[in-house]
């Protein structure tokens, strides 16, 4: 018996395998596996602009450039990067919804064309589960009957999508703009009450507490994110400070 065209030379189990393979790796964005939804977005958003804030400060202040300028540049940097951030969290949202919908949109249409392939790989996807017999056939059944239900299981088991992950990208903008305007304001606070010191403690304090937070939620690994985030910072600055010392000993 020769393989349906739809499974491309594969059993229904081997096509539902690649599907699922392909729909984890256009899941993965920069920030991991899914796009972070508004918290996640948030805290990114909040380390980015601590680390940026820390790292801009170090530079000009070893030149000696007078508090006020410094303040003031910094401030102004920090705010320029939160919109950066914040722009860009909005177009990966608006960019993984549109490949959602060309994902449930494809879908669809295999549901529409190739009604016996996709019973087919209902049929495998629910003996992996431990399905058998009558029990299998009146699962695939009821679920064939319903074309809504059926796109929903084969958007989210096939191609292993989960739906209720997918925020609006405003929501992310949002959750994103917040984070880092918190940062922003932390991080200048923490400049203007103790220069440069003050800017380090409240940056790595971020690092810590926002990278735990978001790992707590996703990976429960919330003590090797924090390590992770504040290990790269202190490498990042140190590199700044020891390379402008290398170049300029002076500060001029």
Not at 155 to 182: D, F, R
Not at 221 to 238: D, Q, R, S, Y
């Amino acid at each position: 018996m020769n393989t349906p065209e739809h499974f491309k030379g594969k059993d229904a189990m081997g096509h539902v395998a690649e599907a699922q393979v392909q729909g984890l790796l256009s899941a993965a964005e920069i920030h991991g596996t899914e796009l972070p939804g508004h918290l996640n977005a948030a805290t990114d958003t909040a380390r980015d602009v601590a680390v940026a804030m820390t790292l801009f400060a170090l530079s000009f202040a070893h030149f000696n450039i007078p508090f006020t300028t410094l303040f003031y540049a910094t401030a102004i940097f920090g705010f320029g990067w939160l919109l950066w951030k914040t722009g860009r969290s909005a177009w990966l949202g608006w960019a993984r919804l549109e490949r959602l919908h060309r994902v449930i949109a494809q879908e669809k249409w295999e549901i529409e064309h190739h009604r016996q392939q996709e019973r087919d790989e209902l049929r495998a996807l629910y003996a992996a589960k431990g399905f058998s017999d009558k029990l299998l056939e009146d699962v695939v059944d009821v679920l064939m009957a319903d074309g809504d239900r059926l796109l929903r299981v084969m958007v989210e088991e096939e191609m292993g999508y989960t739906l209720e992950n997918h925020e609006h990208p405003l929501k992310q903008a949002l959750g994103s703009a917040l984070g880092g305007l918190l940062s922003w304001i932390l991080c200048l606070t923490g400049l203007f009450l103790y220069p440069i010191w003050g800017l380090l403690a409240v940056a790595a304090l971020i690092l810590i507490g926002f990278s735990s937070f978001a790992a707590a939620r996703e990976r429960n690994k919330a003590i090797p994110a924090a390590i992770w985030n504040l290990g790269l910072a202190v490498i990042a600055a140190g590199f700044v400070y020891f390379i402008l010392d290398l170049f300029f000993p002076s500060g001029g």
